[in-house]
């Protein structure tokens, strides 16, 4: 217990100074190249420019990121995996969304979307009421054909629900980030060559 303490306060004092560093850091102009994947998704506003960015090897789509995974799970362990990523299972909340992920996904992959906690009331993991997002089910579908309880969306086509048990790959999706450009941080000389 005390060794846990002690690593605790160890890691505390770390990200206080982490953040001081990042205060500072903040204050004095970073020099960053034009090919930099930072500035590839940057939107001009009043106050200088929003640039939205994803980690290395995510996609990135309106206001968030996706990592598709190749390795079969069932959907509790994507669900896990996608936390453990920080993330959460993709959320689809319009049909721009859906048809991305239409394009991207290439094999059945479990989506955020299940009724194992009632049949037939249909939860996102992230919250966000289900009546509030598009049902893009796939023709007759949810059926609960064999207490099926949780969604997969089909390579090229919608959703359907299966049993939670089955392996597929999974979607994971987190918010975007966002770094801010001040107006005076965007002259070319200070965005480096």
Known sequence: MMKQGLLY?????QYIHLQKSMENISRSYLRIPQDSPLLENCQRIDQGTICQFCSAGWH?????????????????????WCREQGA????????????????????????GLSDRDMEGQWKWVDGTPYDLTPKLWFQKQPDNLGNEDC????????????????????????????LHLPVEGLQDELLGP
């Not at 990135?60 to 896990?80: E, I, P, V």
């Not at 959460?88 to 989506?111: A, C, G, Y």
């Not at 629900?161 to 979607?171: E, F, N, P, Q, T």
């Open 9 to 13: 306060q160890m890691e505390l004092q």
């Open 60 to 80: 990135f789509f309106g206001l968030s990121c996706y990592l598709l995974s190749a390795q079969t799970r069932n959907w509790q362990q994507s669900l896990h």
């Open 88 to 111: 959460h299972l993709v959320v689809i909340n319009n049909q721009e969304e859906q048809d991305f992920l239409k394009r991207t996904v290439e094999m059945p992959s479990w989506i």
């Open 151 to 178: 969604a997969v969306l089909l390579p090229g086509s919608m959703w359907n629900d299966d049993k939670c048990r089955k392996l597929y790959s999974s979607v994971c999706e987190y918010k975007a980030g966002e």
